[in-house]
């Protein structure tokens, strides 16, 4: 419901874009050409490298360093980004078609380095190690293209559903454009959403349940609109279908060129790539968790139920995913639109920095429990906690946790009585 009084609103304000005008203009019309550049970048690595293997053998590992090392330094280097649309500029972003032209660039480029990088990788003379860091340099593309993937399955035209669909399809993870819009944004920030991790939980642990969650959640709820229409699930209008019949065309057309050495390739890059989507995800909204009410509904989602980043050149990137609660509050508003919310749980650094963290157990733990804990102010009933390790973790934080309370509780009483003089002044 929640969701889709946001969309009303968003349409209202689409609406009144003729009578009101903005002379906001967007800092980063240029800026986002990043994104697309990416693949591009990637395709003249692996030509150099193809033309001078010996001397050029780092160039297997590009995809890699960009994510874990040249981004995350760029972030710190440059810093936050200030730019934020004010209300009466959203409806004329939503209108340009520029964006929505940035977004799909991607897509025949990310085609053409996961072919090239295939055919490199596939040849005789090729080593194991530069064989496995074409892999993660073109899986590392094909994460970053679920983003793509992501922004445009939030689109109701076809073209932009199929769109979606060939983004998503070189990572094997078409069913997400189900998933994600109809399950995800529906459970977020829940226990039963598989796609929301909870505090003490592991990425890896993490990483089979949303991984095996997210599918049959996909399936589940395909299944149930087809039925509303009256058909089963083995008919043409079946999206889970139509995505699998797309991957299976481009691991058809991919062997063909490149002979069967391509299937292990792609399985691999694939995976990896798919890994990306569900670190993010695991770091999107880790411990945080939506109430319920006396019926026993969820509250609506806030901007507290997600965590924020707000640094450059990982906006750039990944189309501004890190201001993740505006996206949950309009999941049909673009990414040149999204704001950022400073009064939601920030992230220490840009998400292309979290991502090594969230690997290490240890690390992460580190990083973020104690941020989880102190957002809530050592109320533990208000944390998406693993249920595995709740008491191991109220026995390791519950003296500090019960210090956060007794001081959030002395706080509102000291608050309260300066609501109180102040009123009978």
């Not at 399955?153 to 060939?166: D, F, P, T, V, Y």
């Not at 963290?357 to 050592?378: H, L, N, Q, T």
Request: net charge neutral; with cysteine.
């Amino acid at each position: 419901m929640g969701a889709k009084i946001a969309e009303e609103q968003v349409q209202e304000a689409i609406g009144q874009s003729n009578s009101r005008k903005s002379s906001w203009r967007d800092p980063k019309r240029y800026k986002w050409l990043l994104s697309p550049a990416l693949p591009v970048i990637g395709i003249a690595a692996l030509s150099a490298y193809a033309i001078a293997p010996k001397k050029l053998r780092a160039l297997a590992w590009t995809g890699p360093m960009l994510v874990h090392g040249v981004i995350p330094a760029l972030d710190r280097i440059l810093g936050q980004d200030g730019s934020n649309p004010p209300d009466e500029a959203i409806a004329e972003l939503e209108k340009d078609p520029y964006y929505n032209l940035i977004t799909k660039a991607f897509i025949p480029s990310q085609y053409i380095m996961t072919l090239l990088g295939t055919w490199l990788a596939t040849r005789d003379h090729v080593p194991m190690a530069d064989r496995l860091g074409i892999a993660i340099s073109v899986g590392a593309l094909n994460g970053i293209a679920i983003v793509t993937g992501h922004e445009l399955g939030h689109k109701h035209e076809r073209h932009n559903r199929i769109g979606a669909m060939l983004a998503l399809a070189p990572t094997f993870y078409t069913h997400f454009a189900v998933e994600h819009n109809f399950g995800h944004h529906k459970r977020v920030a829940t226990p039963e959403d598989p796609a929301s991790s909870r505090l003490g939980e592991s990425f890896w642990k993490f990483l089979p349940r949303t991984m095996v969650g997210g599918l049959k959640s996909a399936i589940e709820i395909e299944t149930q609109r087809l039925a509303r229409r009256g058909k089963g699930f083995w008919c043409v209008e079946n999206e889970l279908l139509q995505g699998w019949a797309i991957t299976a065309g481009f691991v058809g057309v991919t062997t063909l060129i490149c002979g069967p050495r391509a299937i292990p390739f792609l399985a691999v890059q694939g995976a990896y790539g798919a890994s990306l989507l569900e670190v993010v995800n695991y770091i999107e909204h880790y411990g945080l968790l939506r109430e319920k009410n006396a019926q026993g509904k969820y509250e609506r989602t806030k901007p507290e139920h997600s965590w924020n980043s707000n640094y450059s050149v990982t906006n750039l990137v990944l189309y501004q995913l890190q201001r993740h609660s505006d996206h949950h509050a309009f999941p049909s508003r673009s990414f040149q639109s999204l704001r950022h919310f400073p009064q939601a749980p920030q992230l220490p650094g840009g998400y292309a920095s979290m991502l090594l963290p969230a690997y290490i157990p240890s690390m992460w733990s580190e990083i973020m429990d104690r941020r989880v804990i102190e957002f809530y102010k050592g109320d533990f009933s208000k944390i998406n906690m693993d249920p595995d390790r709740r008491e191991e973790l109220m026995e390791k934080y519950g003296t500090w946790a019960a210090t956060l309370r007794e001081k959030s509780g002395h706080d509102a009483s000291e608050q309260a009585e300066v609501i109180e003089v102040a009123s009978t002044n």
